[in-house]
């Protein structure tokens, strides 16, 4: 990738963890990631991944949480944008995470590369606001890679450290992972790699030549990263399961905000945001009528 190569702005629209005692504007009804996803696509945005919710909040890995969603913003904004389902959780069976790829085949799955401590530190209270093991074997790795392959869904490669990145040779030489990828780094997670834009460059200088790559920033430092991914050459993706904030510490009113905020700074150092038409040819992404024919 270059800064010549058109940037691809992604949306992060809900989470799992965040609620409305924390941001008012998360949404959680179909009709609201909807809305929400009008707002994404008029301010730039061109992917948006999603985290099922039930209407009264609750994060759900049920094929028809995940429908309705889906179908509710395709019928807002049809193919103005691509759809990336999560796949990340603690505790629900991978046959479950497939099975929701099954019914609705999202153009996009994301797919955690590595197990690893995951945390949020208070350092005000000297103490651990949450900590968790996230475990991702290969195992997994290998049985939803190999579900998304028989679909036709492009894996979106979520790395959360140097490691997980090498984990991506070894599942290229197998077969299993073909090329090219699409790669996007986590950081700001406690467990793992720090956030910073030197860190952000060797993570980048570890992926495999020919792949598309963006940046993750979770919290406020999700800001610097966008900045640093932008000047590196890569894609960004901001939404209110990162970061609730806007650069001067405003909390935003709605996804749109802080999708309007990484198309202006995109402007500013010279870059290109990118079409859809555009990020689908960049990702290696089937036209969707012929994916979802498949």
Wanted: hydrophobic share 45%.
């Amino acid at each position: 990738m270059s800064l010549e190569d058109p940037v691809v702005i992604t949306c992060s629209i809900s989470g799992a963890i965040a609620n409305r005692e924390q941001c008012p504007a998360i949404p959680y009804t179909p009709s609201e990631y909807a809305a929400e996803a009008r707002r994404i696509v008029d301010e730039g945005g061109v992917m948006i991944h999603i985290h099922a919710r039930k209407p009264d909040g609750t994060p759900s890995y049920e094929v028809e949480d995940f429908a309705a969603i889906s179908d509710a913003i395709r019928a807002e904004v049809g193919d103005a944008v691509i759809v990336n389902f999560s796949t990340g959780t603690i505790g629900v069976p991978v046959e479950k995470r497939i099975a929701y790829l099954r019914a609705c085949r999202p153009e996009v799955a994301a797919l955690n590369m590595g197990s690893m401590n995951y945390a949020k530190y208070s350092r005000a209270r000297k103490q651990f606001v949450f900590k968790m093991v996230f475990a991702n074997p290969f195992d997994e790795i290998i049985e939803l890679l190999e579900a998304m392959n028989e679909l036709g869904i492009k894996p979106e490669h979520e790395c959360f450290d140097i490691g997980h990145v090498g984990s991506l040779a070894p599942l290229i030489d197998m077969g299993v992972l073909h090329t090219p990828l699409h790669v996007d780094c986590v950081m700001g997670v406690v467990g793992g790699i720090p956030p910073s834009a030197r860190n952000l460059a060797a993570m980048v200088d570890n992926i495999p030549a020919g792949s598309h790559w963006g940046v993750i920033g979770i919290s406020r430092d999700q800001w610097m990263l966008v900045a640093a991914a932008l000047t590196l050459g890569g894609s960004v993706r901001v939404g209110l399961e990162d970061n609730l904030y806007l650069p001067d510490g405003t909390m935003a009113s709605s996804n749109g905000d802080l999708i309007a905020r990484a198309r202006q700074m995109t402007e500013e150092i010279g870059r290109r945001p990118a079409t859809v038409e555009q990020a689908r040819t960049m990702l290696a992404i089937p036209p969707r009528e012929a994916s979802v024919a498949a």
